[in-house]
């Protein structure tokens, strides 16, 4: 231990303020280089359409994680002379001081590294994870931000990839499933509702009218069970595609006399 802290003590020794400096101009030319990524790459993205819009937006952590990486591969020769004991004893250091107070912060750092690698989720995803629902606005080096929409930010450690579930409803692509529900009275023409819900469905300005539309139905103790599935033209038109089915197949249902279930008055 001690052989380890004169090892140490030799390679901080080197130290000058002109060593500072130099270390200093390139951490912030790093700084710059990230903020313009970050700015830049994201405009760009939204001028490009399909599926090449996410893996833009996907390369602003990797190319924020590289630029971080190759900064430190610069600075620390420029600290300290590169020979290999001094090398060692920096990076020893470091490991060690790293590995006891930032454990958690290593552990989502190394999430968010598996993360850029498998591509779990993506900058434009809509993800649930841990009860939370939202778009994928960010992945950082070590948390991911997703917009709700009841547009709040919430901040997302990569660590919960470890023990948490993550539902992807578009998965890189342009396509999200939306889901309209009606419980419905029984004894009626099941045929003709299919069909009336279809219709609706197909005559929705905000529907891919490319991709199918399916209407699923169940039976339960309440009622029919019908969901109306089909997807709209963007996946942030989620919300308002689902309540224009709801509400024009609402509409549709009342003209050919269907009824919705309603639930028995409660008895005081």
């Known amino acids: 231990m001690d052989d380890f802290g004169l090892k140490l ?20 030319v790093a700084s710059l280089l990230i903020m313009a990524i970050q700015t830049v790459i994201p405009r760009l993205a939204q001028r490009i359409e399909g599926k090449a819009r ?5 390369s602003v952590p990797l190319l924020r994680l590289l630029i971080i990486v190759g900064t430190i591969v610069l600075v620390v020769p420029t600290l300290v002379e590169p020979t290999v004991s001094n090398m060692l004893a920096i990076f020893g250091t470091l490991g060690l001081a790293l590995g006891f107070a930032f454990k958690d912060y290593v552990n989502s750092l190394i999430a968010g590294i598996v ?7 993506r900058p434009g995803d809509w993800i649930e994870i ?21 547009d709040t930010t919430v901040v997302i450690p990569h660590g919960q990839l470890w023990n948490a579930l993550i539902a992807n409803g578009n998965d890189g692509t342009d396509n999200l499933m939306c ?8 004894n009626h023409n099941i045929r ?12 929705s300005p905000l529907i891919k009218s490319w991709l199918p539309v399916k209407v699923v139905v169940s ?14 033209l963007a996946p942030r038109d989620q919300f308002e595609f689902t309540s224009d089915l709801t509400a024009r ?20």
Request: overall charge negative; aromatic content about 10%.
């Open 249 to 268: 197949g609402a509409e549709a249902l009342a003209e050919i006399g269907v009824p919705f279930v309603t639930a028995p008055a409660l008895v005081q």
């Open 9 to 28: 003590k030799d390679a901080l020794a080197s130290l000058t303020s002109e060593s500072l400096w130099s270390a200093l101009a390139l951490v912030a």
């Open 192 to 203: 003709q509702v299919r069909e009336v819900l279809r219709d609706v469905a197909y005559t």
């Open 130 to 150: 841990d009860g939370q629902y939202g778009e994928v606005k960010r992945i950082g080096a070590r948390t991911a931000e997703i917009l709700t929409p009841d």
């Open 54 to 58: 996410y893996y833009v937006l996907a």
């Open 219 to 232: 039976n339960s103790p309440h009622g029919m069970n019908y969901r109306v599935k089909a997807y709209p």
């Open 115 to 121: 993360t850029l690698y498998e591509m779990p989720y």
């Open 179 to 186: 889901a309209a529900s009606f419980c419905l009275e029984p």
